[in-house]
């Protein structure tokens, strides 16, 4: 396949690049900087990668047989008004863009499928409540956001298929909200973050990559699916597992202060989560290669 990619650069992205390219597809970046897509896909290590900036994007996008589009300005930053809209807006106009490119091909070079990130976000936050794809969005300002975000990426031609993910916090070595969370739980030596009693719901990087790489390729794969692990675990158990997993006791709780000043108000992805269960990849057969959040930090951790 050959396949152009928002975002491809990130936390998420550089490991699809890596696994598509693995597998002798095509890899065409959109990015708004080739020179740092370039130090991150250097091309000794990925010949034959294109690599485009968004005067390119119209040439890559057509003629690419599928589009991820994963771009989007980090949301654990502090929250001043003008980064919320910003972290709105990044996206909806990324996804905009990317719509009207594949509307405008020609038929013949129409992209088929376009794969487009959304989060968990999309349902708000409750200690209480299960999520699932029908449950209805919430009404928080994170809700609001994925709304606006998925309807964007429904605008494309009704002859594209649409895989929409809800995105859950992804677990990985290299960079998310769990990287920027170890040194936090060393410095407390790894209590329960705020209550402890919110949901957190997680899904390994490998698995995130593959539900979307799967969407890529699957037919089947059509409308809204939570990329989320099937056992989300509540805080006080992340950090207990986590605390086993690095050798740690867990009995400080982390303050909220102190995780807001490393995640910003973004932390209240983290402060204040939503119980999130992937119905739809259960029921198309998608198989986890880490369920459970143990093996999860394990896997991260050795
Ligand atoms: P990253 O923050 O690592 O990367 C996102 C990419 O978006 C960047 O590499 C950058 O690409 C591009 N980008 C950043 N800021 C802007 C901006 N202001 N305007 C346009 N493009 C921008 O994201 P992840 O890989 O972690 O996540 C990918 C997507 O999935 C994101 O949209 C995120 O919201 C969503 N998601 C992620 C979750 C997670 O836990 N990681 C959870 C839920 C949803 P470049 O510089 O090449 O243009």
Not at 55 to 63: E, V
Not at 105 to 130: F, I, K
């Amino acid at each position: 396949l050959t396949v152009s990619i928002t975002g491809a650069t990130g936390f998420i992205g550089r490991r699809l690049v890596q696994r598509l390219h693995a597998d002798k597809h095509n890899v065409r970046v959109l990015t708004r900087s080739k020179s740092k897509a370039e130090l991150i896909f250097p091309a000794r290590e990925f010949p034959g990668i294109v690599i485009a900036e968004e005067a390119g994007w119209k040439d890559c996008i057509q003629g690419s047989d599928g589009v991820v589009n994963l771009a989007g300005m980090p949301i654990s930053t502090r929250w001043s008004s003008e980064i919320k809209k910003e972290i709105k807006q990044s996206r909806i106009r990324v996804t905009s863009k990317v719509v009207s490119l594949i509307n405008d091909a020609p038929d013949a070079a129409r992209p088929t499928v376009l794969v487009s990130a959304t989060a968990v976000g999309y349902y708000g936050t409750s200690e209480t409540a299960t999520f699932d794809e029908r449950s209805p969005s919430g009404n928080d300002y994170l809700a609001e956001v994925c709304r606006e975000w998925e309807a964007t990426a429904l605008g494309v031609n009704s002859d594209v298929r649409v895989a929409l993910i809800r995105i859950g916090v992804v677990l990985g070595k290299e960079g998310g909200a769990l990287a920027k969370m170890i040194p936090l739980f060393m410095m407390f030596a790894g209590g329960p973050l705020g209550s402890g009693k919110q949901w957190f719901s997680w899904i390994h990087l490998d698995d995130i990559v593959n539900l979307i790489y799967e969407a890529l390729i699957n037919p089947s794969y059509k409308g809204v699916i939570n990329g989320t692990a099937p056992n989300p675990v509540t805080l006080a158990e992340l950090c207990s597992r986590l605390g086993a997993a690095m050798g740690r006791p867990s009995w400080l709780p982390v303050p909220d202060f102190a995780l807001k000043a490393v995640l910003g108000e973004g932390a209240s992805v983290v402060l204040e989560g939503q119980r999130v269960l992937p119905a739809r990849a259960k029921e198309l057969g998608f198989s986890f290669k880490y369920p459970y959040v143990k093996d999860a930090l394990k896997a991260i951790l050795s």
